[in-house]
């Protein structure tokens, strides 16, 4: 999958917030859902969840269904897959500090105290 700056961007704007990632939470643990049983999860009225669901389907992070008058809700997780591509190297970068830190720490003399 090709993804340009502005999906990226979209994505992490999308994740930017916490009721968007514990509507992924829920989606994730739980499976498809409808608008309403995610909405009980959450003290806001429904236009704003809807809102959220919005932003959330924009970035592709979610996909709706309709089924007779409620719309179902599904996890879309291919662009947290580019998440992970793009902090890959930051959890190298970390790792490598720590090894080097661990080296340090090996070559230091052990306290006599």
């Given amino acids: 999958?090709?993804?340009?700056?502005?999906d990226e961007d979209r994505v992490f704007a999308a994740l930017a917030?916490?009721?968007?990632r514990e509507v992924l939470?829920?989606?994730?643990?739980?499976?498809?859902q409808?608008?309403?049983?995610?909405?009980?999860?959450f003290d806001m009225r429904r236009p704003s969840l809807s809102?959220?669901?919005?932003?959330?389907?924009?970035?592709?992070?979610?996909?709706e269904e309709r089924a007779g008058r409620?719309?179902?809700y599904r996890l879309e997780a291919a662009p947290l897959a580019d998440v992970q591509d793009w902090l890959h190297p930051y959890e190298r970068f970390w790792r490598d500090r720590f090894k080097d830190l661990g080296a340090l720490l090996d070559r230091l003399p052990d306290d006599e105290t």
């Fill in 51 to 63: 809102e959220h669901l919005k932003v959330l389907r924009e970035a592709g992070l979610v996909s």
């Fill in 34 to 41: 409808p608008v309403q049983s995610l909405a009980d999860h």
């Fill in 70 to 72: 409620q719309r179902i």
């Fill in 17 to 20: 917030n916490g009721t968007r």
């Fill in 25 to 32: 939470r829920l989606l994730r643990e739980r499976g498809p």
């Fill in 1 to 6: 999958m090709i993804t340009t700056a502005a």
